[in-house]
């Protein structure tokens, strides 16, 4: 009989007790008759030397895979027992008749299969022996010999034996050894890699699911169960189910298993272990491999499992009371549950009743009824009810059903995870419905294309109503303004006239008491006098402006608007000279310059005045010398004002060809490239353009950003003179000449551009300006009037004062900016913290009303930004911009003629300057009043108010504000820390306590490689510690969504009662699953 480990090859004696290792002396070989001989162990070769003897047992040792304790036991033995034990072994290995080899197992289980008689009982005892020692040995031999039974085709052999079984055998423990076999070889990872790759291997083993032998079904279901934790398995054992459907000849793959969870007669009446077998099988199947994180996937299985009526069974086998069995009916039902809350959630609902026909129906409406796919959901309707209610119908609605799931499980990628009944792939198809979609959805979103321009359109027409209504109502707030302040001026003049003539009253009366003689030295008439000549004679103030005319001012000096001042009108006296740069820039003396043959380009030049050439080098210099000298022809040629095309001359020949009109242009070619660029964009012709300028834009043709473009591009003095000379040839200018030449012909076209875009962009300035200045007034008066920042300076100086005891402290005051010096101070036990987070913790429990700071000063976040000097600029420009508006407006009006046919300058402009002004006046109000607050705020802190700005005075206040929120979020954070410090110290200590627990209770379990990794996941499987942790977690977010009374009555422990890691744990470390279910390693196919 073959041996065992520790019973063969001399191995026995190595594991014995006592201090001292047991002598080796015998072996045990075949007595060549079936029984078993015990001969003297000899060494037939001299021992080598140490080191080398080391190195082949180290050799042996690692072969036999054993523990580490074994391992140690192995290498202290001594050096003539270790070459004994190598010695052996390897005359084990080189007799090719040992039992050490597989090759002995396979012959014997080939002559098996050859006999066709049907075996006696002494038979099939002796060949399970047979077949048991094949599983021992598989179990216990070397790596090499696991290795050479794979080379031999071992596994083939295996499955061949189970196809080619008599019913006897499949009966007998012959079929429970083979099974076991596979079991033992799928506990190595090469022979477990083996069986997953064999195309077969799967679905033979699970055709043994049709015995009667209780032990050889538990055996299958095992394999099966632990095959569905591997990657890639669990697909495999889905085929097999579906293999075994048709080796059976049954309706349903799983009809099988709920038919022996529901047998309760002979020799099934209290066979607990299958009913568990069969429901650890059920688990796995439906929670792990594609199932794991597919909701769908998980209902799909289920459902095959209860519409074979398996939620009766699971009532009924609660009543047999068995803890193992109860962990495994309790998981069913939690993942049940689970699942189907999820399914809930996804409709907004608290429970979807999938057995109601009608429940499920008004769900799906609900999902659909408002979507695209709910006139497909009509019609798909319409058709079921024109499917066949007769002969094959129930095929259609089959057909319905497998076409659905396929559709509701299949991948992106195609890849089914489940048997798939049709080979399509959906995706394609859809692609192709998609098409048909998109072609309507093109057309669709030309629609919408047009529909946005319309709406652009409207947009724009509504904008320009907007600022129409804009400003009417800014026109009907000035004219409120200026009637108020008329009725305030009527009043002033009414008082003052009666104060007027009270004094004329006196002053006649003096006069008349004069002129007659009656004045005397009395008090009374000296009183009157006195009244008079202090009072004085007040005149009668000027009557007030009519509404909208303001009194012109002082003319501007030159240049102030950016351009000469404007000729006077002809025949006006006493008009003043031109400007300056007019002046300067004629000629002081008549210069011989010859007449070009034809206009030339510019030369872009900046001419020196007269005045500015005596005592200078240009005072000797007579260009008049150089002229005579040059070759004028030629110079003309080159530096025409016509454009011509290198196309027009080709090696000196002209061409006969058409030739393109010549274009004049006068200015410079950068800048006349950009000018043309410019135009580009703006999509307007020179007369749309003069159009809008003359009517100051009431079209909105030109935007903002463009009139600033356009304002570089102004006909400059030497431009126009140009233009004039070559006045003749206007049709014959290229783009940006004629541009230029036509923007030329308006009148103070400059002046009209640049009050064009002030007015544009006078709203945004005064945007941009009006919340500065609102926020300086918001924050002065909020710090001004702060309870709870007084409490705090209060605070602070307390803490002060403490802390500087001494020459430092006594203080009455500080300044504002050492409240960003708090947070400088750290404590002296805590590093992190400072003293602000000390005043914030204490502000939280002394004086809460405090803690709240910042809600009581919001603004001056926004005050510290604003810097008041260039505030104060801003609003001048905005002023000098109105003062050139006014100028520009009474230079217009003094023009002689008619305005030009389209021209609203002053109509325009005058109404946006009445409005203007006013919101003007009232910015330049607050403006002042915002500064009076802030002086008093900084005076009321005892800061300089010369020296304080809101960007410093506000800063200050707004760094500590900031500094004052983060503190507070750093004690948030340092409490939470203390928190999870607090549970990582609880749950270290349960763990080094686990492991004090685990190291005692693994004193009494068996060692050594017997106990394989995969007899440990089929354990865990078995006893449902592989579901622990699954268990844990739905259980837990069970009770934080459900009442506790809705929970399942049987809950689940997840230790094995002695505090030490479950049996699920310690096998999915050692086959390389992770907690959760996860597979480790996705390469190799290993567990």
Same mark, same amino acid.
């Given at each position: 009989?073959?041996?065992k !480990?520790?019973g063969g090859?001399?191995?026995?004696?190595?594991f014995?007790g006592?201090?001292e290792?047991?002598s080796?002396?015998?072996?045990?070989v075949d007595?060549?008759?079936?029984?078993m001989l015990?001969?003297p162990?000899?060494?037939?070769?001299?021992?080598p030397?140490?080191?080398e003897?080391?190195? $082949?047992?180290?050799?042996l040792?690692?072969e036999?895979?054993?523990?580490?304790?074994h @391992?140690?036991?192995?290498?202290?033995?001594?050096?003539?027992?270790?070459?004994q034990i190598?010695?052996?072994k390897?005359?084990?290995?080189?007799?090719p008749?040992s039992l050490a080899?597989?090759?002995?197992y396979l012959d014997?289980?080939?002559?098996v299969m050859?006999?066709?008689?049907?075996?006696t009982?002494?038979?099939?005892?002796?060949?399970?022996k047979?077949?048991?020692?094949?599983k021992t040995?598989l179990?216990?031999?070397?790596m090499?010999?696991v290795?050479?039974?794979l080379d031999?085709?071992g596994?083939?052999?295996?499955l061949?034996?189970?196809?080619?079984?008599?019913?006897?055998?499949?009966?007998?423990?012959i079929?429970t050894a083979c099974i076991g076999? *596979?079991k033992?070889?799928?506990n /190595?990872?090469?022979?477990?890699?083996n069986?997953?790759?064999?195309?077969?291997?799967?679905n033979?083993?699970?055709q043994s699911?049709?015995?009667?032998?209780?032990k050889t079904?538990?055996a299958?279901l095992?394999i099966?169960?632990?095959?569905?934790?591997?990657?890639?398995?669990?697909k495999?054992v889905?085929?097999?189910?579906?293999?075994y459907? /048709?080796?059976?000849s049954e309706?349903?793959?799983?009809?099988?298993?709920?038919?022996?969870l529901?047998r309760?007669?002979?020799r099934?009446?209290?066979?607990?272990n299958?009913?568990t077998?069969?429901?650890?099988? *059920?688990?796995?199947?439906?929670?792990?491999?594609?199932?794991?994180d597919?909701l769908?996937?998980? *209902?799909?299985?289920r459902?095959?499992?209860?519409?074979?009526?398996?939620?009766?069974?699971?009532?009924?086998? !609660?009543?047999?009371e068995?803890?193992?069995?109860?962990r495994?009916?309790?998981?069913?039902?939690?993942v049940r549950n689970?699942?189907?809350?999820?399914?809930a959630?996804r409709f907004?609902?608290?429970?979807?009743?999938?057995?109601?026909?009608?429940?499920?129906?008004?769900?799906?409406k $609900?999902?659909i009824?408002?979507?695209?796919?709910?006139?497909?959901?009509?019609?798909?309707?319409?058709?079921f009810?024109?499917l066949?209610?007769k002969?094959s119908?129930?095929?259609?609605?089959?057909?319905?059903?497998?076409?659905?799931?396929?559709?509701?499980?299949?991948?992106?990628?195609g890849?089914d995870?489940?048997?798939?009944p049709?080979?399509i792939?959906?995706k394609?198809?859809?692609?192709?419905?998609i098409?048909?979609?998109?072609?309507r959805q093109?057309?669709a979103?030309e629609?919408e294309k047009e529909?946005?321009?319309?709406?652009?359109e409207?947009?724009?027409?509504e904008?320009?109503?907007? /600022?129409?209504?804009?400003?009417?109502?800014?026109?009907?707030?000035?004219l409120?303004a200026?009637q108020?302040k008329?009725?305030r001026?009527?009043?002033?003049?009414?008082?003052?006239?009666?104060i007027?003539d009270?004094?004329?009253?006196?002053?006649?009366?003096?006069?008349?008491?004069?002129?007659?003689?009656?004045?005397?030295?009395?008090?009374?008439?000296?009183?009157?006098?006195m009244n008079?000549m202090?009072?004085g004679i007040?005149?009668?103030?000027?009557a007030?402006?009519?509404?909208?005319?303001?009194?012109?001012?002082?003319p501007?000096?030159p240049?102030?608007?950016?351009?000469?001042p404007?000729?006077?009108?002809?025949?006006?006296?006493?008009?003043?000279?031109?400007p300056g740069?007019?002046?300067?820039g004629?000629?002081?003396?008549?210069?011989?310059i010859?007449k070009p043959s034809?206009?030339?380009?510019?030369?872009n030049?900046?001419?020196?005045?007269?005045?500015q050439v005596k005592d200078?080098i240009?005072?000797d210099i007579?260009?008049a010398?150089?002229?005579?000298?040059?070759?004028?022809t030629d110079f003309?040629?080159e530096?025409?004002?016509?454009q011509?095309?290198?196309?027009?001359?080709?090696?000196?020949y002209v061409?006969?060809?058409s030739?393109?009109?010549k274009e004049l242009?006068?200015?410079d070619?950068? !800048?006349?490239?950009?000018?043309v660029?410019l135009?580009?964009?703006?999509?307007?012709?020179?007369?749309?353009?003069?159009?809008a300028?003359l009517n100051?834009?009431?079209g909105?043709?030109?935007p903002?950003?463009?009139?600033?473009?356009?304002?570089?591009y102004?006909?400059?003095?030497?431009?126009t003179s140009?233009?004039k000379e070559?006045?003749s040839a206007?049709?014959?200018?290229? @783009?940006?000449d004629?541009?230029l030449?036509?923007?030329?012909?308006?009148?103070h076209?400059?002046?009209?551009l640049?009050c064009?875009?002030?007015?544009?962009?006078?709203?945004?300035?005064m945007?941009?300006c009006?919340?500065k200045?609102?926020a300086?007034?918001?924050?002065?008066?909020?710090?001004?009037?702060?309870?709870?920042?007084? @409490?705090l300076?209060?605070i602070v100086?307390?803490?002060?004062n403490?802390?500087n005891?001494?020459?430092?402290?006594?203080?009455?005051?500080?300044?504002?900016s050492?409240?960003n010096?708090i947070?400088d101070t750290k404590?002296?036990?805590?590093?992190q913290?400072?003293?602000?987070?000390y005043l914030?913790?204490m502000?939280?429990?002394k004086?809460?009303?405090?803690?709240?700071?910042?809600?009581?000063i919001?603004?001056v976040?926004?005050a510290?930004?604003?810097?008041l000097?260039?505030?104060?600029k801003?609003?001048?420009?905005?002023?000098l911009g109105l003062?050139?508006i006014?100028?520009e407006?009474e230079f217009?009006?003094?023009q002689?003629?008619?305005?030009?046919?389209?021209?609203?300058f002053?109509?325009?402009?005058?109404?946006?300057?009445?409005?203007?002004?006013?919101?003007f006046?009232r910015?330049t109000?607050?403006?002042?009043?915002?500064?009076?607050?802030?002086?008093?705020s900084v005076?009321?802190?005892g800061?300089d108010?010369q020296?304080?700005?809101p960007?410093e005075?506000?800063g200050t206040?707004?760094e500590?504000l900031q500094?004052f929120?983060?503190a507070k979020?750093? *004690?948030?954070?340092f409490r939470?820390?203390r928190?999870?410090?607090?549970?990582?110290?609880?749950?270290e200590a349960?763990?080094?306590?686990?492991?004090k627990?685990?190291?005692?209770?693994?004193?009494?379990?068996?060692?050594?490689p017997?106990?394989?990794e995969?007899?440990d996941l089929i354990?865990?499987?078995r006893?449902?510690?592989?579901?622990?942790?699954?268990m844990?977690?739905?259980q837990k977010?069970?009770?934080?969504?459900?009442?506790?009374?809705?929970l399942?009555?049987?809950?689940t422990?997840?230790?094995?009662g002695?505090g030490?890691k479950?049996?699920?744990?310690?096998?999915?470390?050692?086959?390389?699953?992770k907690?959760?279910?996860?597979? @480790?390693?996705?390469r190799t196919g290993?567990f």
């Open positions: 009989m073959p041996r !480990r520790g090859g001399g191995l026995c004696g190595c014995g006592g201090d290792p047991p080796i002396t015998f072996g045990i007595g060549g008759d079936g029984g015990l001969h162990m000899e060494v037939a070769e001299p021992m030397p140490l080191d003897l080391n190195i $082949k047992f180290a050799e040792v690692d036999l895979d054993l523990t580490a304790e @391992r140690e036991r192995m290498f202290d033995l001594p050096p003539e027992k270790k070459w190598y010695c052996s390897k005359r084990e290995q080189e007799d008749n080899w597989p090759v002995y014997k289980m080939k002559v050859e006999d066709i008689i049907t075996p009982e002494e038979e099939i005892e002796n060949r399970t047979l077949v048991d020692s094949l040995a179990r216990t031999q070397p090499r010999f290795i050479r039974f031999l085709d596994l083939s052999v295996l061949d034996f189970l196809e080619r079984m008599d019913y006897e055998t499949m009966e007998s423990p079929h076999c *596979i033992a070889l799928m /190595n990872s090469l022979g477990r890699a069986v997953l790759a064999h195309p077969t291997a799967i033979t083993i699970a699911l049709s015995t009667e032998n209780v079904k538990i299958v095992e099966l169960g632990g095959v569905c934790l591997v990657p890639g398995g669990h495999k889905l085929d097999s189910m579906c293999h459907q /048709n080796y059976s309706r349903t793959r799983f009809q099988r298993l709920v038919h022996d529901d309760s007669t002979g099934y009446r209290e066979e607990v299958l009913k077998a069969v429901m650890s099988f *059920i688990n796995a199947v439906i929670k792990y491999g594609a199932g794991e597919n769908e996937f998980r *209902i799909h299985l459902y095959e499992f209860l519409m074979l009526g398996i939620q009766p069974v699971i009532d009924k086998m !609660r009543s047999l068995n803890a193992t069995l109860d495994h009916l309790d998981f069913f039902q939690l689970e699942d189907e809350r999820e399914l959630k907004d609902m608290v429970h979807v009743d999938v057995r109601s026909a009608n429940s499920m129906f008004d769900v799906i $609900k999902k009824a408002h979507t695209q796919a709910y006139p497909n959901f009509l019609s798909l309707l319409q058709h009810l024109l066949p209610n002969g119908s129930i095929y259609h609605w089959s057909l319905v059903d497998r076409l659905v799931q396929q559709i509701v499980l299949q991948y992106e990628d890849m995870p489940d048997v798939s049709f080979d792939n959906f394609d198809v859809i692609e192709k419905v098409n048909q979609d998109i072609i093109r057309k979103e629609k529909c946005e321009e319309l709406k652009k409207l947009e724009r027409k904008r320009e109503l907007d /600022n129409k209504n804009q400003e009417k109502e800014d026109a009907m707030s000035a409120n200026v108020e008329y009725e001026q009527a009043i002033e003049l009414q008082e003052a006239k009666r007027s009270h004094f004329q009253a006196q002053l006649a009366e003096v006069k008349a008491m004069l002129s007659s003689g009656k004045f005397t030295n009395s008090s009374t008439d000296d009183e009157k006098v008079v202090k009072g007040v005149p009668p103030p000027p007030p402006l009519p509404p909208g005319n303001v009194a012109p001012p002082p501007p000096p240049g102030v608007f950016g351009g000469p404007p000729p006077p009108p002809p025949g006006v006296p006493g008009a003043p000279p031109p740069g007019m002046l300067l004629m000629p002081g003396k008549k210069r011989n010859p034809n206009p030339l380009k510019s030369f030049w900046s001419k020196l005045p007269e005045t200078t240009w005072h007579d260009d010398k150089v002229l005579k000298i040059m070759d004028l003309d040629k530096f025409s004002a016509y011509r095309s290198q196309a027009d001359e080709e090696d000196g061409s006969f060809k030739k393109k009109p242009s006068v200015i070619g950068r !800048r006349a490239q950009n000018c660029i135009l580009s964009k703006l999509k307007l012709t020179n007369k749309e353009i003069s159009a300028v100051m834009d009431q909105e043709d030109l903002r950003d463009m009139l600033e473009q356009l304002l570089k102004v006909p400059t003095t030497e431009e140009l233009f070559h006045d206007i049709d014959s200018m290229a @783009r940006a004629r541009f030449y036509d923007m030329s012909k308006i009148s076209y400059e002046q009209r640049k064009l875009y002030f007015k544009k962009k006078f709203q945004e300035r945007n941009d009006k919340p200045v609102e300086v007034l918001k924050a002065s008066k909020e710090v001004y009037s702060s309870k709870k920042l007084r @409490r300076l209060e100086l307390a803490f002060g403490y802390m005891r001494g020459a430092r402290g006594n203080a009455s005051g500080f300044k504002v050492s409240l010096k947070m404590s002296s036990v805590h590093r913290l400072t003293l602000l987070h914030l913790e502000l939280e429990k004086f809460p009303e405090v803690y709240s700071l910042e809600d009581e919001p603004s976040h926004e510290a930004r604003v810097n000097q260039e505030l104060e801003d609003i001048g420009q905005i002023k003062k050139d006014e100028k407006l217009q009006k003094n002689a003629g008619p305005p030009k046919k389209g021209d609203k002053i109509q325009v402009m005058s109404d946006f300057k009445t409005i203007a002004s006013v919101s006046s910015l109000d607050q403006l002042a009043q915002a500064k009076e607050k802030f002086v008093k005076k009321l802190f800061e108010t020296k304080s700005t960007e005075f506000f206040f707004n500590f500094s929120s983060e979020v750093d *004690i948030e954070n939470k820390q928190e999870m410090e607090e549970k990582r110290a609880k749950i349960e763990r080094l306590a686990n492991q627990k685990k190291k005692k209770g693994k004193g009494g379990q068996p060692g050594g017997n106990n394989g995969f007899d354990s865990a499987l006893t449902g510690d592989v579901f622990n942790d699954d844990t977690k739905m977010k069970r009770k934080k969504s459900v009442p506790q009374k809705n399942v009555q049987r809950q422990n997840g230790s094995n002695n030490r479950s049996t699920a744990e310690m096998s999915r470390e050692r086959v390389g699953l907690p959760g279910g996860a597979v @480790r390693d996705t290993a």
